[in-house]
């Protein structure tokens, strides 16, 4: 499915075309320029205890069309005087990004987490298809802060996700 959408973003992408040509221009961009890095980070302590950890890391293809890779770490604890429950959630996601203008783009996420979703000691692994688009603010050329807005496309029960999914996060590269 992924393979499909980076496949459909082909035919979208800016070749960065002069007026007076008709092939594409060949941009000399050097590696460490095409890539990019960044992540989320989040906490909540008390009763609820909450700490995630998502660092950041893609490819830009063209100026516009961008994919990457997120690895992600959560800790979540519930304590209450009739039940207690902690678990250690580990997963990633493989995304694609287009900007079709300015600062504005579009998103599509494959997202694969593994946790004890029942409570009861059993790991497995819940996916996700979230799709969806956001505003990267840029603070320079290569830094910024984005805002992504995502709906889950395959819920599940055990989805972590409750539409819609709101994320931010810094990103440096890009």
Same mark, same amino acid.
């Given at each position: 499915?992924?393979?499909?959408?980076?496949?459909?973003?082909?035919?979208?992408?800016?070749?960065?075309?002069?007026?007076? &040509?008709s092939t594409p221009k060949k941009d000399k961009i050097p590696?460490?320029? &095409?890539? =990019?890095?960044?992540? %989320?980070?989040?906490a909540q302590f008390g009763n609820y205890t909450y700490v995630?950890? @998502?660092?950041? +890391? /893609?490819?830009?293809?063209?100026? *516009?069309w961008s994919v990457g890779l997120q690895p992600s770490y959560?800790?979540?604890?519930?304590?209450?005087?009739?039940? %207690?429950?902690?678990?250690?959630?580990?997963?990633?996601?493989?995304?694609? *990004?287009? =900007? =079709?203008?300015?600062?504005?783009?579009?998103?599509?996420?494959?997202?694969?987490?593994?946790?004890?979703? *029942? +409570?009861? +000691?059993?790991?497995?692994?819940?996916?996700?298809?979230?799709?969806?688009?956001?505003?990267?603010? &840029?603070?320079?050329? *290569? @830094?910024? =802060?984005?805002?992504?807005?995502?709906?889950?496309?395959?819920?599940?029960?055990?989805?972590?996700?409750?539409?819609?999914?709101?994320?931010?996060?810094?990103?440096? /590269?890009?």
């Open positions: 499915m992924v393979i499909l959408l980076i496949c459909l973003n082909l035919g979208a992408q800016d070749f960065g075309m002069d007026s007076g &040509r590696l460490k320029e &095409r890539l =990019f890095f960044g992540g %989320n980070l989040g995630s950890i @998502a660092p950041m +890391g /893609g490819y830009k293809i063209t100026d *516009r959560t800790y979540i604890s519930l304590k209450s005087q009739t039940y %207690n429950f902690s678990d250690n959630i580990y997963g990633g996601s493989v995304f694609t *990004r287009y =900007f =079709f203008f300015k600062g504005l783009f579009a998103h599509t996420e494959y997202n694969m987490l593994n946790g004890n979703w *029942r +409570g009861n +000691g059993e790991r497995f692994s819940v996916n996700s298809f979230l799709v969806g688009g956001g505003y990267l603010h &840029r603070f320079t050329d *290569r @830094a910024g =802060f984005g805002l992504t807005l995502l709906f889950n496309l395959l819920d599940s029960p055990y989805s972590p996700y409750q539409n819609p999914i709101l994320n931010a996060g810094f990103t440096y /590269g890009l």
